[in-house]
């Protein structure tokens, strides 16, 4: 008998491991391909599912924001915001502060000196301390300026901006730029107007700035007849002229200012007097 060491012993069971690994790796049978299963029919749908995924997604992304959707600009520069949305108006801004108009370093509407070099502005309504985000629409550059000032108290105006903003904004050399300006807070943020500040600072509609004492009195009486309680506020012009603002009435309610507004339009039309809505202050 052979020892199990004998090398005819190992031959054998070399032979055999082969034959036992051939067996155990022996290629599997061919399967037939049948007409298709779930995993086939997804495949097929997939591009179809995955093009309308991708249009759903670019429609959501393009939709304009809740912001400007909801609250529309109202035209001839009229703002207009929802309860709870931002304060949002379009139309055309100029600026002041220059070295010949003799504004730098008086005093704003709200108590501070004037500086041309300041983030600051002039709106009719808004809350003197709020914030606005102004954009000028021909070359979309930005800026936050805060609200220290009443005006501009031109035709078709309806923001005036520092020097410093109008040079932000790109337009001081060409004096005037067709901007958008919605409220935001001190960080840039979109805030709503708190609707407080109507009952606590009314709108007056103002109808004429006059110098002449004579003038002033009589259009005084010919709108007390009318329209109740008229008010004068001294105020000094760009090229340092004394006049007299007279207004008209005190609202808490924009849409009631905006009705007497028209009123006075109709009747003063033929002296080329354009009334338009302020605040007290």
Not at 31 to 43: A, C, D, N, S
Not at 145 to 163: A, E, H, Q, T, Y
Not at 229 to 247: I, P
Request: hydrophobic share 35%.
């Amino acid at each position: 008998m052979l020892s199990l060491f004998h090398p005819s012993n190992w031959s054998q069971a070399c032979v055999s491991w082969i034959h036992e690994i051939q067996v155990a790796f022996d290629p599997p049978v061919p399967v037939v391909p049948g007409r298709g299963g779930f995993l086939r029919i997804m495949r097929w749908r997939a591009p179809g599912l995955a093009g309308l995924v991708l249009l759903s997604f670019t429609l959501h992304c393009t939709r304009p924001p809740a912001s400007l959707a909801l609250a529309p600009v109202g035209s001839h520069g009229r703002g207009s915001a929802l309860e709870g949305q931002p304060y949002i108006e379009e139309g055309t801004a100029s600026w002041y502060g220059g070295d010949g108009d003799g504004f730098s370093g008086r005093p704003t509407a709200n108590g501070d000196t004037f500086d041309p070099d300041q983030f600051t502005c002039a709106h009719r309504t808004l809350p003197l301390g709020a914030f606005v985000e102004v954009e000028n629409l021909d070359n979309r550059k930005r800026v936050v300026l805060r609200v220290n000032d009443r005006g501009p108290f031109l035709k078709n105006r309806v923001l005036d901006v520092s020097r410093r903003g109008a040079k932000e904004l790109g337009f001081q050399g060409q004096g005037t730029a067709r901007v958008r300006l919605r409220t935001v807070d001190a960080m840039g943020l979109p805030v709503a107007l708190d609707p407080a500040f109507d009952r606590a600072n009314p709108y007056v509609v103002q109808v004429a700035s006059l110098t002449n004492p004579k003038n002033i009195e009589a259009l005084t009486r010919e709108l007390e007849n009318t329209f109740g309680v008229v008010t004068l506020q001294s105020a000094t012009t760009k090229g340092g002229l004394s006049v007299k603002r007279v207004r008209v009435g005190s609202y808490t309610s924009r849409q009631d200012a905006e009705q007497t507004a028209q009123q006075l339009a109709k009747i003063l039309k033929d002296r080329g007097v354009e009334p338009f809505i302020t605040r007290q202050r």
